[in-house]
């Protein structure tokens, strides 16, 4: 059992570049969130998903974009990367509407942009 | 607007105890967690608080009161391996999970 796994952990880009980061979770669950958490700062929730097929903003979506094709998978995508994006990303997944407790995180993924 | 509030940082002593207070703000309310965050590693799961009241497990205590938009989570006979961060977060009525900046727990010995 996997649980949260997120690809690629590291990745450094030059400014304007694209790229595409990858949650996969294979426990059935039905929300699914990207997060981004700058030195010192708590966790910025930048777009979630609450079912496969459906997104939602959270508080800091712009330069971003999302999508949920499949329930397992949730991809988060910068195209026109900036240096304000340095940050370590993490995806978390929880079960559906009968929250019972835990939510479930990925390891991170470390991206900085120069 | 949605708001959580926690301390920046507080500091205990090994073997004592400690607790960690979270106010919020939100819509609507589906539950509150706790996590525990060490330097340059992922989140992990302390407790999940969804009714009034107190929730034990081992060392480590929360207590949610809905009504007052109140949270605490206690900590027992510290040791130095509880120095961390510990985040506070609540689910909205849109299943939005909002996090409060986080506490950072210095333990000295």
């Known amino acids: 059992n996997a649980g949260v796994t997120q690809t690629p952990k590291f990745r450094v880009l030059k400014t304007g570049q694209s790229m595409t980061l990858l949650c996969a979770q294979d426990?059935?669950?039905?929300?699914m969130y990207w997060y981004r958490q700058d030195p010192g700062m708590g966790l910025r929730l930048i777009h979630y998903s609450v079912g496969e097929g459906t997104t939602a903003k959270g508080e800091v979506p712009d330069g971003y974009n999302v999508s949920r094709l499949k329930k397992q998978n949730f991809l988060l995508g910068l195209e026109s990367a900036a240096p304000s994006q340095t940050s370590v990303y993490f995806c978390?997944?929880?079960?559906?509407?009968?929250?019972?407790?835990?939510?479930?995180f990925g390891e991170g993924s470390r991206l900085t942009v120069l | 607007g949605q708001n959580i509030d926690q301390p920046t940082e507080m500091t205990a002593t090994e073997g004592a105890i400690v607790q960690i207070n979270c106010t919020y703000q939100t819509s609507g309310f589906n539950g509150l967690f706790w996590y525990q965050q060490h330097a340059g590693e992922a989140p992990t799961f302390l407790s999940y608080n969804v009714l009034d009241g107190l929730e034990e497990k081992g060392r480590f205590s929360s207590f949610l009161s809905r009504s007052k938009g109140y949270s605490y989570l206690l900590l027992k006979e510290l040791q130095m391996k509880d120095s961390a961060s510990y985040l506070c977060?609540?689910?909205?009525?849109?299943?939005?999970?909002?996090w409060g900046a986080g506490t950072k727990l210095i333990i000295k010995p």
């Open positions: 426990m059935n669950h039905e929300y």
């Open positions: 978390a997944s929880i079960q559906g509407q009968a929250v019972t407790g835990e939510l479930f």
């Open positions: 977060a609540v689910m909205d009525s849109n299943y939005q999970l909002i």
